[in-house]
C-alpha cells in the first residue's frame, strides 16, 4: 500500500508541477565496473601485507550528466576509490572536457574513499613498499581507470533524456566523531545516548525521474569515513552496500553515492561484512525515507563555478632535517624524506604551498553543491550550513584530488592524525599552516556569490 501511495504522488506531483521542469531538464546516467581484474595492492590502510584476493562486489564508475534549460552541462562521476590525486583526476576531466565541448571545472570526480578499493597513480603511495610487478600493475590500472571514466561519460552524455529533478535531505546516524569517542566504548555510550563530538547526519537526495514520473536515478551522500572493513577483498564497504540495495529496491535507477565531510567520522563498530550491509541497509532506508516525501522540484539553469586556493604549508624542511629524516626509523617518514629530497635535487626547491580545489554548482533554485578536495573534516560542513541558513547546501568532499587530510583550525590545534600525522602518508612536507580553514572558508563564499 506505501509503494502505490508513493507512486501514486509522484505521478500527481509530476503531472501538477513537473511539466515544464520535464520539458527542460534533462539527465545520462551510465554505469562502468572498475574492479581490478588481477590482484592488486589495496589503499586506505599502512597495515596492510599483500594484494587483494578475490571480491565481495565489484567497484564501480558512475556517471550523471545534467543539462539544464539553456544547454549547459555538467558531470559527475562517482568512483567507489579511496582517491584519485591531481596528477591523474587533471588530464581526465580536461580529455572529457574537451571531447564533448565543456568547461573542465563542469567535470567532477567524487570518490566514495571505500578503503577496499586499488592504489591509483600516486595516492597515498607512501603507505607501502611495493615490488616492481606491483608498481607496474598500479600504473596499467590507473591507465584503463582513465579510460573508463572517460568511458562512461561518453555513455552519460548519450543517455540524456527529458528529466525531472527533484531534491530533499534525510538523515542517519551511523556516523561517529571518532576523535571524541573510543571505538570499543561506542556501543554501550550510543545506547545511553552518550556519544560526543560533532557529526553531520544528514542525507542529501537528488532524485532524477523521467517524464513517465520513474525512478531512473538516485545520488545521494553522507559524512562518515568508508572503514568498516579493512580485509583483502574489493568492496564499496557500507556505501556499496547503500547501493546495491536501493538498486535491488529500484531496478531502473542507477544509485550514485558521494561523500561528505566525514574525515574524522568513523561508523562504528565495524570490522565485520554484517556490519557493512548493516550501514549500507540503514543508509539506504534513509535515502527511501527521503523519497517517499513531497520533495522539492529543482528549476532554473546550472552555475557552476571552479577555483584553487593556496594553502600553506606550516614549515618547509630544509635539506638537512631531510637527511636527518631519512635515517629515521619512522619508514613512513623515511620514506617521504627521499622523496623530497629528490624533489630538492630535480627542482631545486620544495614548494611551500598546494593548489586546492573547490567547486560550487548551484542548481537552479535547488542546492548549491560545493565540492571540496582532499578529506575533510566535519566542522566545515557544519560551519559552511551554519553561515548559510536559510540557503540548501550541499558540501561534498574526497572530489577531483585526495592530496591530504583537510583539518579545520579547531583539529590543526589539537593535532593527531587528522590535524597532522596523517600528512607524512600523503607525502606532503609539514601540517598545513594555521591560515588553512580561513582561507577556503573565504574562497567557499566568493564561489557561492
Known amino acids: 500500500m506505501r509503494r502505490f501511495i508513493r507512486k501514486v504522488m509522484v505521478v500527481l506531483l509530476v503531472g501538477i508541477i513537473g511539466g515544464a521542469v520535464q520539458a527542460d531538464w534533462k539527465a545520462g546516467l551510465a554505469t562502468e565496473v572498475i574492479t581490478p581484474s588481477q590482484s592488486m595492492w589495496m589503499s586506505g590502510y599502512a597495515s596492510r601485507t599483500k594484494p587483494a584476493e578475490g571480491k565481495v562486489h565489484d567497484l564501480w564508475a558512475k556517471a550523471l550528466c545534467l543539462e539544464d534549460p539553456t544547454g549547459k552541462r555538467a558531470i559527475l562521476i562517482t568512483l567507489d ?58 600504473s596499467e590500472y590507473t591507465t584503463l581507470l582513465g579510460k573508463k571514466i572517460e568511458s562512461v561519460a561518453d ?33 554501550k555510550i550510543r545506547a545511553e545516548g552518550k556519544l560526543v563530538g560533532p557529526v553531520d547526519h544528514s542525507v542529501p537526495v537528488l532524485a532524477v525521474r523521467d517524464k513517465a514520473g520513474k525512478l531512473k536515478g538516485v545520488v545521494f551522500g553522507y559524512a562518515c569515513h568508508a572503514t568498516v572493513l579493512s580485509f583483502q577483498q574489493w568492496c564499496g564497504d557500507y556505501p556499496g552496500f547503500a547501493m546495491d540495495h536501493l538498486q535491488e529496491r529500484h531496478p531502473e535507477a542507477v544509485a550514485m553515492f558521494w561523500a561528505g565531510c566525514g574525515a574524522d567520522q568513523n561508523p562504528l563498530p565495524r570490522r565485520s561484512v554484517e556490519l557493512a550491509q548493516s550501514y549500507g541497509k540503514k543508509l539506504a532506508d534513509a535515502v527511501d525515507a527521503t523519497l517517499a516525501k513531497s520533495m522539492k522540484p529543482v528549476q532554473g539553469a546550472l552555475r557552476i563555478r571552479y577555483d584553487e586556493v593556496m594553502l600553506p604549508f606550516a614549515k618547509i624542511p630544509d635539506r638537512e632535517t631531510l637527511l636527518a629524516q631519512k635515517g629515521s626509523k619512522d619508514k613512513f617518514e623515511a620514506a617521504r624524506a627521499g622523496i623530497l629530497l629528490k624533489q630538492l635535487e630535480i627542482t631545486g626547491n620544495i614548494k611551500g604551498e598546494y593548489p586546492y580545489p573547490i567547486s560550487s554548482w548551484r542548481m537552479g533554485d535547488g542546492p548549491s553543491w560545493l565540492w571540496l578536495g582532499g578529506e575533510v573534516v566535519v566542522d566545515y560542513s557544519l560551519r559552511i550550513k551554519r553561515e548559510h541558513q536559510g540557503q540548501t547546501i550541499w558540501v561534498g568532499a574526497y572530489a577531483n584530488d585526495v592530496m591530504a587530510y583537510i583539518p579545520s583550525l579547531r583539529v590543526l590545534n589539537e593535532g593527531g592524525y587528522e590535524g597532522g600525522t596523517s600528512m607524512t602518508y600523503y607525502g606532503q612536507p609539514s601540517p598545513w599552516g594555521p591560515s588553512v580553514e580561513d582561507a577556503i572558508i573565504r574562497k567557499v563564499e566568493q564561489l557561492l556569490k
Open 155 to 187: 555513455m552519460a552524455i548519450a543517455n540524456l533524456a527529458p528529466a525531472f529533478l527533484s531534491q530533499e535531505s534525510g538523515t542517519c546516524d551511523i556516523a561517529v566523531n571518532r576523535r571524541n569517542n573510543k571505538e570499543a566504548d561506542v556501543p
Open 81 to 138: 576509490l579511496v582517491g584519485v590525486g591531481r596528477e591523474t583526476s587533471l588530464p581526465i576531466r580536461e580529455k572529457i572536457a574537451k571531447k564533448h565541448k565543456i568547461d573542465p571545472e563542469s567535470v567532477t570526480l567524487a570518490c566514495s574513499h571505500t578503503h577496499c578499493g586499488p592504489v591509483v597513480g600516486n595516492t597515498l603511495r607512501l603507505m607501502y613498499f611495493l615490488d616492481r610487478e606491483q608498481i607496474d600493475r598500479i
